[in-house]
């Protein structure tokens, strides 16, 4: 009997009971993982906003859009919408809080190309761009993109409590 409940428990241990994606706050956030979450949750319909590329944007092109030098940047992760004329694009950037506002001209700037590639093209682009989110969740500072932008920031706040 002690055999089998020393089993069960090793068993239980191995498998990993209480998945654990890390935490914004503690910088060790799995950010894929968050996308994922999102995704599901705009799938399901929880959130009113474009859906996103399985795959996320290389380091490469992060800093060719951004304008960024990767170097001040610890992590990051930025999915667009998957047709990009709908304007969707999440960006989590893990930096420090001396680089924060390296992270916010860069945002404005990708915001800026944004406006100037879609805004004569896109009716609803000059509002969604104005109405975007950006803000920092324990060491990581977002850029959201899209109708429902609030929404998936108090996702992102609500799954790292």
Request: charged letters at 30%; hydrophobic letters at 35%.
């Amino acid at each position: 009997m002690k055999k089998l409940i020393m089993i069960g428990l090793l068993l239980c241990l191995m498998s990993g009971c209480g998945k654990d994606y890390g935490t914004f706050e503690q910088g060790d956030k799995e950010l894929s993982r968050v996308f994922s979450d999102i995704n599901e949750q705009i799938d399901k319909g929880s959130f009113s906003i474009p859906l996103l590329n399985d795959r996320a944007l290389s380091d490469r092109e992060v800093e060719t859009l951004y304008h960024l030098d990767m170097t001040k940047i610890a992590d990051c992760m930025v999915k667009t919408a998957a047709v990009q004329a709908q304007l969707g694009e999440i960006a989590i950037f893990k930096v420090e809080k001396k680089n924060e506002s390296y992270v916010k001209k860069a945002i404005k700037s990708r915001k800026e190309a944004l406006k100037k590639q879609w805004g004569s093209y896109v009716e609803e682009a000059n509002n969604l761009l104005y109405q975007a989110k950006e803000g920092r969740i324990g060491q990581y500072y977002y850029f959201v993109l899209g109708s429902d932008s609030e929404k998936v920031v108090n996702y992102m706040q609500k799954i790292d409590a």
